[in-house]
């Protein structure tokens, strides 16, 4: 089994070399390394997730770099929902991509496929890694990937938007390495624990630094305001970059941190007894709130997507924060749960893009005519973020209610709750305008290739089954369970 | 075989293959068998528990059958076997399949015997009669839905705010639907919740908002499911509460007032369903057994003859295209459509309570449970409700659309008037012959309410209490009529307050984002000057955003740099010193 973990991540480095070596030229040899590797990456991954259901633990240390450090993998259960995810929506995103890519007439495809991979592969590196120093190792390699691909285009917008991409997420990093060694003084050991290894004699104020520095550095990646602003900027990337990286890998990444962070490093019975997490779920409580209120006003379509991925972010983290079984169950499954239906959403945005080339909101009336399986899909994603059955968004907002009631704080429920509400403020519009009758112009059905519709499609509706089946094919359920179970012993 | 599958489901499936194919045949097919085999299925069904799922480590029943939930399945699915008959003309898969979840959703929440699964399908329930409503088509229905939808969202998370709070205070242990007696925050807020969907006033206005913004058809729909959906909720888990009587008195007088002052046909009938759905609460707040039949009873016929009453109105706004009363001021149209208004009438006089109609089967058990109850008041004001509802519906409303407010005698010549389908009027006449059947042998109703129940309505008090109500009240109105003009106003409601919020908060979040806009262009602005500034650091003036006058010395790092030698001394300067302080510190 540690073959297939340790392939999992190679295989995508690999392929980045080989696609970033075959140059801009044979397309048809490029697409088939990708999907042959996104396929090959995710049955690894599921033979890995299977294997640690069935009890066997895979771990390596690989070098040692330091005393009692280690480049270290390890593959346990909180990193598999992750990689399971990345790994298998990067199959979809991929043949989305070709279309997309394609039908656009976009330039510089092999560099665009070359990163992608790398990124993904460094997403399943943080995902896999066993302690602080291998996570930040690949944290960065995911960082200096996406950079490339936010300025794809290489306009006045693109070279700004990756500038700024630039100076948030390295500033973080700095923040990172100076709690990571911080705490290494503190404790002499970077491994995860499930409840944490963080043991400091050191001053309360101290260790709270650390703490702060760790959140605040992994939150910009998670975007938490006030350090959010890249995301929107990030916008300006292809959609399919959109879809993968900015709703999935790369910002889950910074939430997989920090709930590293809060769930592995310092551990409830720290936080709890230094009442720390309230802060930082009040902290977190305001950018759920707040992003929500900026989605509303906002007219871009991808850009109102993106103040919802950091609403949605901070969900995760609050409900991650509220360091109860269900909580942390709710905060899990919400995770992988936003990732599918907002994977949807956005590609769907794509879709209206090369279908019709709008890109704002107020442009979106009658789309629903031209585009109904775009707007069906887009339709399942909206109400499944506003939490409505039957799409796997009520489970997550289900476990999250009651995990803030196990903690006995209503004021996060009403968060959550408003938080929904918000929700349904800024994307039904959306949906009710597509399918409104006004403009008659544009009732002319527009036929899209399958490689942009089916993927999409199949994301929507994979969003309904895993609400009815929560519990099949990547057991995302029972991961997440038992990830709470580990971490807070019930 | 009975067993076999959830009605609920079947019906959200079927809605679902309406929905992905265009086949008409198929259509055609699901609309007329699956509501009539729902209705065989659920007529042979036997209370007991069905259907249990295990779901995410929970244990739930989708299929919880006793004598409350029965009745309130059976009429669903009798009601929407006459709704699917009455719209079977309209060519529309997404009307068609938004009606079938619709009404597959209230059986499911009905027959759910979990909070969960209940949830689950009361915000189902919300989403697809969202879509109804937007179907109606026009700009107006647009925003209706939108406020429909989203008022509802609030109400579902009053209610799941309220469900997790419970579970919470009985220590997790079981998600099953209990009644609640305890007054505390989680049931008050489920209540609330329940009360928006009931339609209570302050939390009515979306009622009257959206569902005469539907098509014809579509109010048809809507009026049959949410409503009583909520009655259902109400009886199952407050019944007895003190405060629901003294509520469902104030929407039972609310919707009346309403009711006779407005003049869309369709909006004053949306009115009565609040005003009726009060008779329901209040009755549900008394708790007794015959009250809570009472309540069940009046549910039943209520969703007869408000289904007939709208179908009838529907068919009149089909065939005319108006349905603001003073658009119709003035065209005496009762000639051409003298059989609707017959159909009419029957609905009429069974939602005012007439004897040999099936309001009266109803509404007599409830007004006699008042009159048990020792509870003169109630009893008193009821019936004041039920006198209103004679004068808004049986009078005002006919007299306004039929005969055009008897203005003139302009007999609406040349008046094009749209025919009316078959399976419309078959389905109205099912309806008639519901409301005659239990009106006349109110038996075969009372045989089927949660307790068993010896009631005879036809006792002369009764009988001749009403009449006498009735008479006096068509007495006044021909006396009085000319005080209740016809004019082209709108009167105002709760929903204006809605929209003040709605628009305030709204321009809340555009501030807001301005705000984020300022900073982020000022921001923008700073690493902008930085830049310049960086690049020649002779302009230190742009800096400050302001233009250097004069000639601006380029930059050239040329110029600038030191000889080697000297950069080396400074170099050694610079160890030298340090080197200095650190071994003075050492000491």
Redesign the interface.
Known sequence: MGLFALGSIFLPFLASFLILSLGEKRETLRDIITVFTSFLTFAFVLLCTNSLLAGELVEMRIVSLAKNVDLYLKFDAFGAIFANLSSFLWILVSIYSFSYMRALGEHNQGRFYSMFAMAIGSALGVAYSGNVLTMYLFYEILTLSTYPLVLHEESEEAI?AGRKYLAYLLSGAGLILFAMVYTYLENGTLDFLPGGFFRGDSDPVTQAIILISFFVGFGIKAAIMPFH?WLPSAMVAPTPVSALLHAVAVVKAGVFCVMRTVLFIFGPAFLLSSNLWFFLALFVSFTVI?AN??A???DNLKRRLAFSTVNNLSVIILGSLLLTHSGVKGALLHMVYHGFMKITLFMCAGAIYVGQRKSLVSELDGVGKSLPITMFSFTVGA?GL?G???ICG??S??YL??GS??RNE?LF??VF??S??LD??YF??IV??S????SESHNKRTYLPTGLEGPLLFTGLASIYLFLF??SIFRF?TLS?TVAKSVLGY | MIEAVNPALLLIISGLLILLFESKTLRLAILLFVPLFTIFQVFCLSEGEYWTIN???YELVTGRVDGLSLPFVYIFSVITLLINLYGLHINERFYHGATLIYSGSSIGAVLSGDW?SF???W??M??SGASIV?LG?S?RS?GA??RY??IH??GG?LV??GI??N??ESG?QSIGIEELEKINLASLLILSGFLLNAGCPPLHAWLPDAYPSASYAGTVVLSAFTTKCAVYAIIRVFHGWEVLIFLGVLMALYGIVYAVLENNLRKLLSYHIISQVGYMICAAGLGTHVSINGSVAHAICNIIYKSLLLMAVGSFFYAVQKEEMWELLGQRLYGKLKFLLFIYTVGALSISGVPLFAGFASKTVIMAETGEAHRPIVNTLLHLASVGTFLSIALKLPYGAWFGGMKDSNFTKGYELRGIPLNMYISMILAVFLCFLIGVYPRILYLHLPYAMDFNPYTQYNVLTTLQLFFFTTLSFFLFRRKLAIEPKRSKDMDLIYRKIGEFF?G???G??RI?QKV?ESI?ALVERMIIFAKNPYDLKGLFGRKSEGVIIEYDPEKMRYGIGVSMIMFLGLYGVLSLIFILLRF
């Open positions: 700004k602003e707040m209120v900026l509303i006003s906002e109400l506003v409505i059955p039957p009520f489970l907002k289900w209610c009651l009631l196990e209503i429920l009403s709750l408003i929904a509400i349904g403020i039904l519009p009710f305008r399918f409104s009758r006004k929560p519990d359920y369970s | 779901f995410a480590g969960f949830f689950a399908f915000e189902i919300a989403v937007f088509g700009r647009l839905a939108f939808l989203i969202l609030i998370s799941l705010l997790v709070t579970l919470y997790f709204l809340i979040c555009s807001q984002y984020r982020q923008g």
